[in-house]
């Protein structure tokens, strides 16, 4: 999603703000300050801040629609 937005980083970088926003998640009480750590370190100065944001935005709801889609196949094939 970062693609998307015309946001380029390289490999390194992005693993190392990966790392960081999961060392958040597991250090605060919500997932809310990894996430927040993801965003403002992909921010840049000479783009829009909400593409950032954005970008996290996308991956909540990929990830929102991966357990709805895992959940209603274990509901709908219960064995």
């Known amino acids: 999603s970062l693609k998307a937005h015309n946001l380029r980083f390289q490999f390194c970088y992005l693993q190392w703000v990966l790392c960081g926003g ?6 605060l009480p919500t997932s809310i300050g990894g996430d927040g750590y993801r965003a403002i370190r992909t921010m840049c100065d ?34």
């Open 22 to 27: 999961f060392f958040f998640n597991n250090f």
């Open 46 to 79: 000479d783009c829009p801040k909400s593409s950032a944001v954005s970008a996290v935005l996308v991956k909540w709801l990929i990830g929102f629609a991966s357990l709805l889609c895992i959940s209603f196949y274990r509901v709908a094939y219960k064995r």
